[in-house]
């Protein structure tokens, strides 16, 4: 069937029945999210266990459960691999890993699935085991991607019912009060696991700095943890950091990220009190920086941000240019030792700020928002997930939920990389519908989504470079040869979830090049 | 050493001629997607040059068609050093006005595919490709080809320019070469006499009429940067119709006369410029700030340079563009007051009065002619579409 992006998608992935997308706000549920499981202690009760090990025992974990992780030590993780490998050696089959994300660290994921230990892989997939997916025929169920909030909306369903959550925690005390901000090696908020603790049949903290009760913030609380794990290593911190997470220097993003902040100003949001969402990457990092400097130019702050925490977001907190700045995760240790001080920096969760299943959430607060991109279509959607090539290469990340949230949705893509133009007639997999993007924009100019004939106005009246994405595309057209395209069997790799929980594309094989 | 041409730096392609003939090897990061595309690019050149019998090994990093075909061209061409065949494009670029506004040059190296990629997006009103100082010895050939593909494979909107060597270091072999991709102009290193601009017109006309160009139609850039060419200021700027700026550069100048760089020691350099290119009725472009980093200091020295007289500045980063613009625009005020001058003008006209006042105070002519230039360079710069462009 054809679903509301025009894509193909079938009425069943696997064993799961399909609901199509058919628009960024179609579905309106009337019925109950799922109860969570009963717990009990006694006041006697002794939570702490000696291994990983001992703890898949008592969780009674067995062939073919699910099992969840949060990735917010990102590449520096060190808890997936060590729980995998427990799972191996105690012969368990089948399992289905739910974590938030898995990056290049995680390459042991493959031989994990090729020995039978893991059969279903749920979540973000970024390098090795992406590439591994892509090749097919490697899981019992194609693989299924969801934005943070279309994963915490996904529990809350019971579209995906947790068996064992074991949830990385740089500090925790012996009852399973648990916090990422504290502790030895600190990763940032931890709340991305918050709905695994309350969902999960049980929950296990793990951690490398068990503290005398009560450790706080309570990001994950003692009334949902089952039982405590003390290891040595959980994570390196110095990880979070990633590469894209430097400043880019490169002329042609500058131009980009120049136009961007250039564009905030025109549009009309920029007023004092407004709210932004400030993310990682190159030329977003860049964007935050010069929109420090007009704030600071027309002497107005604004009321919020939600980042993606990052020196450059503290810096502005604390030069008075952002009033409160709302944390997801954290994306450096500066970042980490703000939440831990500043009274304008606040934790929260993506049940709280991207939940489709809620009465709000802050992204919808969103003023203005800029957010990378794979490929952009002359539809104006959006591809954060495949590389040109069909392969897998990264998660969804915040991108939907803030895409469809915000008031003016901009996307910031060089119009070509290296020999590959970004500005297609067709992306390769739909990630955001160009219904919820609002503007483009490349080195090459402003693109504005026809619906905002107001916004392409006020660009215009500020002097701003306004092209249509076909112009844009024909120019670089004239610098390469056109790149030929895979062509796709029928084996779906991937099942990409708009962040309602229906289906908006999926990803195929690729059998070959046209 | 093999033959070949290029590097394996991001944006470029390294091409090499293989030993044997077992014709084209194409190696690349997306091989499936691109492969295709960059054998189709690479045949045509090698037919173009008549070397279609040469066994190339291709290695892209991501360069654009203009790269590919640049290095295969360069490789083909020093493989047969005998050979006489080259790539002529065809290029559509018509000459500039004389006296178009020229705020900014932007330098960008010669060889570098990777910083010349979306040099042309950043709207400067001058965009120089540079043969000369950044670009090593044995890269000169490589890179005037390349210069050459860039030129025609880019419609760019900004004028362009080639700053070749000096005549008798290969800038004669630069001119032959780039005019093929039709550039707006030559900048010349190291002018020092009316004698070396009248070489390089020569030059240029025998090779425009080779090309079966308008003789004249490529305009030069003498570039003042010695104790010699500062004191020829005047001779050099008189010397050609195709002058159409003089340009200072305070690097060589400073070593040359033993000044240390500072807004003193190169006053008597840059306002003997000014006045030698007003004297002609050309432009004065100030020399480069080569700190990207320090925005403060730019904007202090452009803001420097426009009250000195020139007319714009030389830029080593893209990002140094919108300071350098800002500094050389007309001003707010200053448009207010040119206007109401050109009022009181249109004015006194109609009712017949002889002498033009405002404010109680008399205008004259060379003031009103001021005024009227400054409204239409006003108006030609927000013809160029980015505001800070």
Avoid at chain 1, 2 to 11: A, K, L, Y
Avoid at chain 1, 491 to 514: F, L, P, Q, S, Y
């Amino acid at each position: 069937m054809r679903n509301g992006v025009d894509r193909e998608i079938p009425e069943q992935i696997g064993t799961r029945d399909v609901r199509p997308y058919e628009g960024a706000y179609a579905t309106v549920r009337t019925d109950r999210k799922v109860a969570r499981h009963q717990k009990w202690s006694s006041p006697q009760d002794d939570k702490v266990l000696p291994s990983i090990e001992a703890a898949i025992e008592a969780c009674g974990l067995s062939d073919g459960m699910t099992i969840s992780f949060h990735h917010c030590f990102r590449n520096g993780d060190r808890v997936v691999n060590q729980v995998l490998d427990a799972c191996a050696r105690k012969g368990l089959k089948g399992l289905r890993i739910y974590a938030t994300a898995l990056f290049p660290v995680h390459e042991p994921v493959i031989e994990h699935v090729k020995s039978g230990v893991v059969a279903r892989i749920e979540g973000s997939m970024n390098g090795p085991v992406g590439a591994f997916v892509s090749q097919g025929g490697q899981l019992a169920e194609p693989a299924v991607l969801r934005s943070h909030g279309g994963r915490w909306r996904a529990v809350e369903a019971g579209d995906v019912e947790i068996d064992v959550a074991f949830i990385a925690a740089p500090q925790a005390d012996p009852l399973g009060d648990a916090t990422g901000i504290r502790g030895k090696t600190p990763c940032g908020p931890i709340q991305f696991s918050a709905v695994d603790a309350q969902y999960a049949r049980k929950t296990v903290v793990v951690t490398n700095d068990l503290q005398p009760y009560p450790v706080h913030p309570f990001e994950i609380q003692a009334a949902w943890t089952d039982y405590v794990v003390e290891v040595d290593e959980i994570g390196d911190p110095e990880n979070i950091v990633s590469g894209t997470l430097q400043l880019t220097r490169s002329p042609t993003n500058l131009r980009i990220a120049r136009l961007t902040a250039e564009a905030v100003v025109a549009s009309g949001v920029f007023v004092d009190g407004f709210g932004f969402q400030g993310g990682a990457g190159g030329i977003s990092l860049a964007v935050t920086k010069y929109l420090g400097d007009e704030m600071e130019k027309a002497g107005i702050a604004a009321g919020f941000a939600i980042g993606g925490g990052t020196k450059l977001l503290i810096d502005l907190l604390h030069r008075g240019l952002v009033r409160t700045v709302l944390e997801g995760q954290a994306f450096d240790l500066d970042a980490i030792a703000s939440l831990r001080e500043d009274d304008g920096h606040v934790a929260i969760d993506p049940g709280f700020y991207a939940n489709y299943d809620s009465r709000s959430c802050a992204t919808y607060q969103l003023d203005a928002a800029f957010l990378g991109a794979t490929e952009v279509d002359l539809d104006f959607n959006v591809n954060v997930n495949t590389h040109s090539d069909g392969q897998l290469l990264h998660g969804i990340g915040g991108h939907q939920d803030v895409a469809a949230g915000a008031g003016m949705t901009m996307i910031t893509v060089p119009s070509i990389r290296g020999r590959l133009p970004m500005i297609l007639d067709r992306v390769t997999t739909v990630t955001t519908p160009g219904e919820v993007i609002d503007v483009v924009v490349t080195e090459r100019g402003i693109a504005v989504n026809p619906r905002r004939e107001d916004l392409k106005d006020r660009f215009e009246a500020a002097g701003l470079p306004v092209r249509t994405l076909a112009e844009i595309r024909e120019e670089v057209g004239r610098l390469v040869r056109p790149a030929r395209k895979p062509v796709f069997g029928e084996e779906i790799i991937a099942a990409i979830e708009w962040r309602d929980g229906t289906i908006i594309d999926v990803v195929r094989k690729v059998e070959g090049w046209a | 050493m093999s033959v070949r041409s290029g590097s394996e730096a991001k944006g470029d392609c390294l091409v090499e001629v293989a030993d044997s003939a077992d014709g084209l090897e194409v190696a690349t990061k997306n091989a499936d997607l691109l492969g295709d595309g960059i054998r189709d690019v690479v045949h045509e050149v090698l037919a173009e040059v008549g070397c279609e019998g040469v066994a190339l090994r291709v290695a892209d990093f991501g360069g654009l068609d203009y790269v590919i075909a640049a290095r295969t061209e360069a490789a083909a061409r020093a493989a047969d050093p005998t050979g006489t065949g080259r790539v002529t494009p065809a290029v559509d670029r018509i000459a500039s006005d004389r006296d178009r506004p020229r705020r900014s040059r932007l330098y960008a190296p010669g060889n570098q595919p990777r910083l010349l990629a979306g040099i042309d997006v950043h709207g400067a009103d001058c965009l120089l490709f540079d043969l000369e100082d950044s670009v090593p010895p044995a890269e000169k050939a490589a890179a005037r080809i390349l210069v050459k593909h860039l030129l025609a494979a880019v419609p760019f909107r900004d004028e362009v320019w080639v700053r070749i060597n000096p005549l008798e270091l290969g800038g004669d072999a630069d001119v032959e070469e780039v005019l093929l991709g039709r550039p707006h102009g030559i900048c010349l290193p190291k002018a020092e006499s009316d004698k070396d601009i009248r070489a390089l017109s020569e030059l240029l006309a025998r090779v425009e009429s080779d090309l079966r160009y308008d003789e004249g139609s490529t305009w030069i850039i003498p570039i003042l940067e010695t104790a010699q060419g500062i004191l020829h200021s005047e001779a050099i700027a008189a010397s050609s119709d195709r002058i159409v700026m003089l340009a200072f550069g305070a690097e060589d100048y400073t070593r040359d006369v033993g000044a240390l760089r500072s807004r003193r020691s190169l006053l008597y350099a840059r306002s003997a410029i000014v006045a030698a290119a007003a004297a002609a009725g050309v432009q004065a472009s100030d020399t480069v700030f080569s700190d990207v980093n320090d925005d403060d200091g730019l904007r202090k020295e452009a803001e420097l340079g426009r009250e000195l007289g020139f007319d714009g500045k030389g830029a080593v980063n893209p990002r140094q563009l919108p300071t350098i613009h800002r500094a050389f625009s007309p001003t707010d005020e200053e448009l207010e007051r040119a206007r109401a001058i050109v009022a009181a003008a249109r004015e006194a006209e109609t009712e017949g009065l002889g002498v033009v006042a405002l404010d109680g105070r008399m205008i004259d002519r060379p003031v009103l002619d001021r005024a009227k230039r400054l409204i239409k360079y006003a108006d030609r710069l927000s013809e160029g579409g980015d505001r800070d462009a």
